[in-house]
C-alpha cells in the first residue's frame, strides 16, 4: 500500500513557476514507477508527466513539453514537478500516481494509487 499527498499548488501569475511535491508512504516508493495528471473542471483526467522507480527515464505529455520538469528522490519518498512558463490552460487540480511497472503509463487506469490531489490556478 502507498499513501499519497501532494502539496505545493497555489495561484500564479502567467509565465511563473510553481514546484509540486508529492509525499509517498511505505518502503517501496522506490519500487514504484510515478505519474503526475491533471484535471481541469468539466473535463478529463490528463496525463502530464511519467517518471520511471530509478528515475533514469522521463515522460511528458505534449502539452508541457519543454516546460515541466519530473523528478523524484527516493531517499526522500518524494517526486516533484516543476512547472515553469504557465499558462493558464495549465490551470487545474494536479495528481500523483504510482504504479509498479513504467508500462502504459499515460493511462489512469494504469496507476495503482493516487494522491488527493492540489490545485493549480493561473492567472492572466
Known amino acids: 500500500q502507498v499513501q499519497l499527498v501532494e502539496s505545493g499548488g497555489g495561484l500564479v501569475q502567467a509565465g511563473g513557476s510553481l514546484r509540486l511535491s508529492c509525499a509517498a508512504s511505505?518502503?517501496?516508493?522506490?519500487?514504484?514507477?510515478m505519474g503526475w495528471f491533471r484535471q481541469a473542471p468539466g473535463k478529463e483526467r490528463d496525463f502530464v508527466a511519467a517518471?520511471?522507480?530509478?528515475?533514469?527515464?522521463?515522460y511528458y505529455g505534449e502539452s508541457v513539453k519543454g516546460r515541466f520538469t519530473i523528478s523524484r528522490d527516493n531517499a526522500k519518498n518524494t517526486v516533484y514537478l516543476q512547472m515553469s512558463s504557465l499558462k493558464p490552460e495549465d490551470a487545474a487540480v494536479y495528481y500523483c500516481?504510482?504504479?509498479?511497472?513504467?508500462?502504459?503509463?499515460?493511462?489512469?487506469?494504469?496507476?495503482?494509487?493516487w494522491g488527493q490531489g492540489t490545485q493549480v490556478t493561473v492567472s492572466s
Open positions: 500516481a504510482a504504479k509498479r511497472n513504467l508500462g502504459r503509463y499515460r493511462e489512469t487506469n494504469e496507476y495503482d494509487f
Open positions: 511505505g518502503r517501496t516508493f522506490s519500487s514504484y514507477a
Open positions: 517518471i520511471s522507480s530509478s528515475g533514469d527515464s522521463t
